[in-house]
């Protein structure tokens, strides 16, 4: 399995942005789907975005689209995730996922290896 550290979370105000980054160790980065989920106060983790092994195509939740980029760089084994526009509403502990499988990647089941999280605080 992959070993995944997520980074980069914080407290900032309603309309600013951040930008997470998951550090994967272990086996090929690059033969992994790599996903951000998040999950909020009181809530069940949900789907935000993920870029798919073979065709490298993202996909995102409705929730992020257009504010949310997930993008991934193989030569430094990390994951990025740019956020703009942050609202009350984006406020959640953010985890980075992998999974071999290279299709439904918004499927919370289908990934084997989780960070511990970072945690993002958006202030009205």
């Known amino acids: 399995q992959v070993q995944l550290v997520e980074s980069g979370g914080g407290l900032v105000q309603a309309g600013g942005s951040l930008r997470l980054a998951c550090a994967a160790s272990?086996?090929?980065?690059?033969?992994?789907?790599m996903a951000w989920f998040r999950q909020p106060p009181a809530k069940d983790r949900e789907f935000v975005a993920a870029?798919?092994?073979?065709?490298?195509?993202?996909n995102y939740g409705d929730s992020v689209t257009g504010r949310f980029t997930i993008s991934r760089y193989e030569d430094k084994n990390t994951l990025y995730l740019p956020m703009i526009s942050l609202s009350p509403e984006d406020t959640a502990l953010y985890y980075c996922?992998?999974?071999?499988?290279?299709?439904?990647?918004?499927?919370?089941?289908?990934?084997?290896?989780w960070g511990p999280g970072t945690q993002v605080a958006v202030t009205s």
């Open positions: 996922a992998a999974t071999s499988n290279s299709y439904s990647a918004w499927v919370l089941k289908k990934y084997a290896s």
């Open positions: 272990g086996r090929t980065f690059s033969s992994y789907t």
């Open positions: 870029l798919y092994c073979d065709s490298g195509s993202p």
